[in-house]
């Protein structure tokens, strides 16, 4: 019996045994880099239980402006101290000299830390060339100046340019053939998801020294430095922004308290986004609480009065546009009295400038007579109604897209809609279903400056590899599809100036500005209610110098009362800025 005991006892033993070796083998040889269902890397584990590290660089690609400068982060040269100072005698004095932070604070500083750390970081003091030299002249071990790089506390274009975050089953489901390491930051919004595969990190810049169980050092007070050392990674993603001209953009919004809206600015040689401003901002501490996140200048909005530039081009171009005809402007467009807005008589033309509903109204259906699809032609003819962000194939993707999240606008929902009388005269003042984002309104405004040649909106004009050589170009891009004829963008840009120039025109606020303005506004009723009053979406899209049209700007205030919100006085700074800029460039 004591026999049988102690074989069984054994074989226990031996299959334990058995099971210890083969989980030590999937630990140690097997699962190295990817142990259990989170996909732990255990060498780089075991690394940081013996090392203490301070990251310079986390190795994602960056974001830059048109001319180059660093957008989401910043390189800072900074003084870099290691705790295994506190255990030595070092020379605080000299150190404190040429940094100008006093020796006190200094040692305090180091006796207070637990890891290596920038000295001042999140906000560090910082040095200068000839500072981060003569520091490190002075060979202190656990004493360095280097450039780190730091985010910004403010994003330029933050919904733009989108978030990061980490997401381990995001990462794996993304890129389940890449090795990487759990943590790794992917993109989760705007321009950082879209180009995430390019962004990705070959690994981090950092110094390292190896410490024993109470933190002191283990080899010494040797610190190495250890980077990827890829002459091409991480790249760099060079946006068509201008940031000067995005933080002034950004200070003349909040000046004139835009909670919801923002404004777009367009570069019409190259069709490239300048500036782009959406409210309200993001909430750093709960990015998903509330919709900070969206960026309104991609999402469609209520147009109003805007979209009648769209029944302008299709009455020119079917002969409605008679220079004899009158419309009756004391009627709204269901035929009853205009009270508020009661103009009388007006031509074609004085009706544009003064953006009478009944006279657009008894166009669109018109329109609808000779042929129901005819507002959806001309809104797409003039870009409003598809996508108009870059798009094309770039390496193995497909249709890549630059802005992934950008609504697409739209006229009708149905065909019944499309054929109803009423429905199209609403249609004709851009009322009932008819949507837009502001981008495809700045890109009809930039088509009809161009007299009529429609182009796809570019974010980023490149991506660079680390060494400066080009990994990949987006140049400009014609739309494909019909557009309006160069004699329809002559009619349509007279039309858009008369608003300004036009004694009694929407736009007259402008007339006066340094650079001559063309364009048109825009009071959409938007269904919504506070406290028994309708909110309104309130425009202005247009395009300056007149003559020689070199920007196009649209301003939106969103959901406000119609006694406030305006956007004219925001349009108006923009243009007198953007004048002030280019005539001391000069």
């Not at 940081?48 to 690609?61: A, H, P, S």
């Not at 500083?109 to 003091?125: C, H, I, L, R």
């Not at 919504?528 to 309130?538: D, I, R, S, T, V």
């Amino acid at each position: 019996m004591w026999r049988k005991r102690a074989i069984g006892w054994l074989i226990i033993s031996i299959i334990g045994l058995l099971l210890l070796l083969v989980r030590l083998m999937q630990i140690q040889l097997i699962e190295t880099e990817t142990f259990s269902k989170h996909n732990v890397n255990l060498l780089e584990e075991s690394v940081k239980q013996r090392t203490q590290e301070l990251v310079i660089d986390n190795g994602r690609g960056n974001f830059l402006d048109r001319n180059g400068t660093m957008l989401t982060h910043k390189k800072v040269s900074v003084l870099v101290l290691f705790p295994f100072l506190k255990k030595m005698d070092w020379d605080a004095d000299r150190v404190s000299d040429i940094s100008g932070i006093p020796v006190e604070v200094l040692k305090m500083a180091v006796e207070g830390a637990k890891k290596p750390f920038a000295y001042g970081d999140p906000e560090p003091v910082e040095l200068t060339t000839s500072q981060r030299d003569r520091i490190n002249s002075l060979k202190i071990p656990g004493v360095f100046a280097i450039e780190k790089k730091f985010e910004r506390s403010e994003v330029p274009a933050e919904q733009l340019i989108g978030l990061t975050g980490e997401n381990a089953a995001e990462l794996q489901k993304r890129y389940p053939d890449k090795e990487l390491a759990e943590k790794t930051l992917i993109g989760v919004s705007g321009l950082e998801e879209s180009f995430d595969e390019f962004l990705l990190p070959e690994g981090k810049s950092k110094l390292v020294y190896h410490v024993d169980g109470g933190g002191a050092p283990l080899f010494g007070i040797n610190v190495k430095y250890v980077d990827p050392a890829n002459p091409f990674y991480p790249v760099n993603v060079r946006t068509t922004l201008d940031k000067d001209l995005q933080q002034k953009a950004e200070d003349i919004v909040d000046q004139y308290q835009i909670k919801k809206g923002g404004l777009v600015l367009l570069n019409i040689e190259d069709n490239s986004i300048l500036s782009l401003v959406s409210r309200p901002t993001i909430n750093k501490n709960d990015p998903y609480n509330g919709t900070g996140m969206t960026n309104m200048m991609l999402k469609q909005q209520i147009m109003g009065s805007v979209f009648k530039t769209v029944v302008a081009a299709a009455a020119i171009d079917h002969n409605l546009d008679n220079a004899q005809r009158l419309f009756d402007c004391s009627k709204k467009i269901n035929g009853k009295p205009e009270l508020r807005y009661n103009y009388g008589m007006l031509d074609f033309t004085t009706s544009f400038a003064r953006s009478c509903n009944r006279t657009f109204g008894e166009l669109a259906k018109e329109l609808q007579n000779i042929n129901p699809h005819l507002l959806e032609d001309y809104a797409e003819k003039l870009s409003l109604t598809g996508s108009v962000g870059w798009h094309g194939d770039i390496f193995h993707t497909n249709d890549f897209k630059q802005m992934a999240d950008e609504d697409k606008g739209r006229v009708f929902l149905s065909d019944d809609a499309r054929k109803d009388a009423n429905i199209a005269a609403m249609s004709g003042i851009g009322q009932h279903e008819v949507r837009a984002t502001p981008l495809a309104v700045a890109n009809m405004m930039a088509t009809i400056a161009r007299g009529g040649e429609k182009e796809m909106v570019r974010a980023v004009s490149k991506i660079e590899y680390k060494n400066g050589t080009t990994m990949a170009d987006f140049p400009k891009q014609n739309l494909n599809g019909d557009k309006i004829s160069p004699y329809t963008a002559m009619k349509l840009q007279r039309l858009l100036r008369e608003v300004v120039v036009n004694p009694n025109g929407t736009g007259r606020w402008f007339k006066d500005l340094p650079y001559e303005v063309a364009g048109k506004s825009g009071t959409a009723e938007t269904g919504k209610y506070q406290a028994g009053m309708q909110l309104h979406n309130k425009w202005f899209a247009g395009y300056f110098p007149y003559e020689h049209p070199k920007y196009v700007l649209v301003a939106v205030n969103l959901d406000v009362l119609d006694s406030e919100g305006g956007v004219n006085l925001l349009f108006a700074e923009m243009v007198k800025m953007l004048y002030q800029k280019d005539h001391r460039m000069q």
